[in-house]
């Protein structure tokens, strides 16, 4: 989509500290990190947020919740690590393209 950050970072077109890539999905470390870890995992295809998912987006949405766990152990979380979507303005959306926030290191604030 034309003007969206994360479709530019998934093509390459806006530089990221991309740690995966497959056809379906880029995986690249978060500007601003919240936490020693911090990764956001993005489908190629752009999607503004969960309410935007159709029942054909099945498949894609099966293979990124599978993909956590081995980019996980990757970056060295076999102890833990919590996933964030953030949907619509008062869910504290900035980027409308749906992501999903892998956060993970020691210290993790509880939430409250
Ligand atoms: P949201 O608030 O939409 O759930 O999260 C958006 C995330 O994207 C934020 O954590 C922010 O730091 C990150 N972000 C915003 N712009 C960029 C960018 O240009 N590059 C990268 N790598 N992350 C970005
Ligand atoms: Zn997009």
């Given at each position: 989509m034309k003007d969206c950050l994360f479709c530019k970072i998934a093509a390459g077109e806006i530089p990221a500290d991309k740690i995966y890539e497959d056809e379906q999905v880029v995986v690249f470390r978060d500007i601003?990190?919240?936490?020693e870890v911090h990764l956001l995992i993005i489908p190629?295809?752009?999607?503004?947020?969960?309410?935007?998912?159709?029942?054909?987006?099945d498949a894609l949405i099966a293979h990124i919740m599978r993909l956590i766990h081995p980019i996980a152990i990757d970056q060295g979380l076999e102890s833990g690590y919590r996933t964030i979507i953030n949907t619509g303005k008062d869910g504290g959306q900035e980027v409308f393209h749906l992501h999903i926030h892998l956060l993970g290191g020691r210290n993790l604030p509880g939430f409250g």
């Open positions: 601003n990190p919240k936490a190629r295809e752009h999607l503004a947020g969960l309410n935007e998912l159709e029942s054909e987006h």
